[in-house]
Nanobody, 129 residues
Framework: QVRLVESGGGSVQAGGSLRLSCTAS????????MGWIRQAPGKEREAVAI???????YYADSVKGRFTIAQNDAKNTVYPQMNSLKPEDTAMYYC???????????????????????RGQGTQVTVSS
């Protein structure tokens, strides 16, 4: 079981920035990967930014160069810094993590939504043009 508590999100104009935060009950040392997925109205959920214990982080093509994911020293909080936001970034953002010590769940880049089987409650990001 992994508990995930999210904060951040909100409304911003296009070109602006937001930083989300997710604190997990497990550290990256046991989950091996952790990150954020999002779901926009009428669209499929997609992995946006995933941090791996190896340091080889994943970013969706749509956010490369604009989003950066980092972790705290305890490796139990991940922060996606989202810059140059666009209206198409509007979505519900969910922190997600896999079953601890099940390293097979982090082999894919990005992990599948099935592998990221623990989710936070979600936080809304709205970008206006």
């Amino acid at each position: 079981q992994v508990r995930l508590v999210e904060s951040g999100g909100g409304s911003v104009q296009a070109g602006g920035s937001l930083r989300l935060s997710c604190t997990a009950s497990e550290s990256l040392d046991t989950t091996n990967c952790m990150g954020w997925i999002r779901q926009a109205p009428g669209k499929e959920r997609e992995a946006v930014a995933i941090i791996y214990l190896s340091g080889d982080n994943y970013y969706a093509d749509s956010v490369k160069g604009r989003f950066t994911i980092a972790q705290n020293d305890a490796k139990n909080t991940v922060y996606p810094q989202m810059n140059s936001l666009k209206p198409e970034d509007t979505a519900m953002y969910y922190c997600a993590a896999p079953t601890p010590l099940d390293i097979g769940r982090c082999r894919r880049r990005p992990p599948s939504l099935f592998d990221l089987n623990f989710r936070g409650q979600g936080t809304q990001v709205t970008v206006s043009s």
